[in-house]
Nanobody, 127 residues
Framework: QLQLVESGGGLVQSGGSLRLSCAAS????????IGWFRQAPGKEREGISCISNSADRTNYADSVKGRFTISRDNAKNTAYLQMNSLKPEDTGVYYC????????????????????WGQGTQVTVSS
């Protein structure tokens, strides 16, 4: 069974940093692309970053570009999202997802195929 578990969320002041982890179990992560998504209260879930299975392609939403960095360590079966210069508008539940197919079209991550979602981790940025 494909499982993803996010961790590393919490409460941080504006300008601070957090590092989210996405640990996979039940499958080999290096066969899958990883995407990070977030959902703010009252808003739809949005994609914020993605990375190909070999890490040769990455993409970021304009709202996080230059502040967030996606990475992965396939040997540890884990992906990461380093978040710096956090703003109150970054508050939300952050989810990771794995899928076997990734396309980056017009700077938008498109993931397809049978994969998995994590349960989410809360990030709260205070002003």
């Amino acid at each position: 069974q494909l499982q993803l578990v996010e961790s590393g969320g919490g409460l941080v002041q504006s300008g601070g940093s957090l590092r989210l982890s996405c640990a996979a179990s039940g499958f080999t992560l290096d066969d899958y692309a990883i995407g990070w998504f977030r959902q703010a209260p009252g808003k739809e879930r949005e994609g914020i970053s993605c990375i190909s299975n070999s890490a040769d392609r990455t993409n970021y939403a304009d709202s996080v570009k230059g502040r967030f960095t996606i990475s992965r360590d396939n040997a540890k079966n884990t992906a990461y999202l380093q978040m710096n210069s956090l703003k109150p508008e970054d508050t939300g539940v952050y989810y990771c997802a794995a899928a076997p197919v990734l396309s980056i079209v017009h700077s938008i991550c498109i993931m397809a195929g049978h994969g998995s979602w994590g349960q989410g981790t809360q990030v709260t940025v205070s002003s």
